[in-house]
């Protein structure tokens, strides 16, 4: 007896999972060290922000202690850029840790903690950058 077909759409979870691990497959075990590159870059980038950010503010304001308009208007340019920066690291450990987790290629066992110390890391320079 045939399988019925799924119709247009009906198999993106299949189509999903057959591609990724082929693509994987393709750059073999390279694949992690240039996301731990692209995350170290934009870890980077965002300590240049913090730097700016700590330079270029008001100094002798708490960024705390003014009212919230003044706060978002103090930190400028590069306090919003280190927010972005930080959105993207997070959002980059978290897809290259579970893309780490589909089989194909291995990667070594100490490629999530160092994800998560990129993550912590940078919620910590985020966090220089609210109270500069």
């Not at 978290?94 to 291995?106: E, Q, T």
Request: aromatic residues 16%; proline residues 7%.
């Amino acid at each position: 007896m045939a399988r019925p077909s799924r119709g247009a759409g009906g198999g993106g979870r299949g189509t999903f999972t057959c591609v990724l691990p082929l693509f994987l497959g393709v750059l073999g075990g390279w694949w992690w060290p240039l996301c731990l590159l692209g995350v170290g870059l934009l870890f980077t980038l965002l300590l240049v922000c913090c730097l700016m950010c700590r330079c270029c503010g008001a100094p002798g304001r708490g960024a705390l202690s003014a009212g919230s308009v003044g706060f978002w208007r103090r930190r400028g340019f590069w306090g919003a850029c280190s927010e972005r920066v930080f959105v993207a690291i997070t959002l980059s450990c978290a897809g290259v840790y579970l893309v780490s987790r589909f089989p194909g290629p291995p990667v070594p066992f100490w490629l999530g903690p160092v994800l998560q110390a990129f993550t912590y890391a940078s919620a910590f320079l985020l966090y220089g950058t609210w109270v500069a």
